[in-house]
């Protein structure tokens, strides 16, 4: 059974940085893409950031790039998320995904999330 926990979430002023994790078991995660989406109240979710497999590719929304960086630690399971210069409209529950890295479909395996709240 796969199981993604996000961890690292928390209230934050503009212009602070936080770091989120997303753990990962029941996969080989070494084979994965994975992805950090985020959900805003009263929004869709949206795409935030992604990491092939190796860590040798990434993708970032035009909305974090410069700010947010993914990473990723195949010995540890884990992906990673550096949030730096947040801004209140950052806030929102961020989301850890994943898909099989031969895969082209969408992310098929989600967290529960963390709140990330930005005061201004």
């Known amino acids: 059974q796969v199981q993604l926990v996000e961890s690292g979430g928390g209230l934050v002023q503009t212009g602070g940085s936080l770091r989120l994790s997303c753990a990962a078991s029941?996969?080989?995660?070494?084979?994965?893409?994975m992805g950090w989406f985020r959900q805003a109240p009263g929004k869709e979710r949206e795409f935030v950031a992604h990491i092939s497999w190796s860590g040798g590719s990434t993708n970032y929304a035009d909305s974090v790039k410069g700010r947010f960086t993914i990473s990723r630690n195949n010995a540890k399971n884990t992906v990673y998320l550096q949030m730096s210069s947040l801004k209140p409209e950052d806030t929102a529950v961020y989301y850890c995904?994943?898909?099989?890295?031969?895969?082209?479909?969408?992310?098929?395996?989600w967290g529960q999330g963390t709140q990330v709240t930005v005061s201004s």
């Open positions: 029941g996969l080989t995660f070494s084979s994965y893409t």
């Open positions: 995904a994943a898909r099989p890295a031969v895969s082209i479909d969408s992310f098929g395996y």
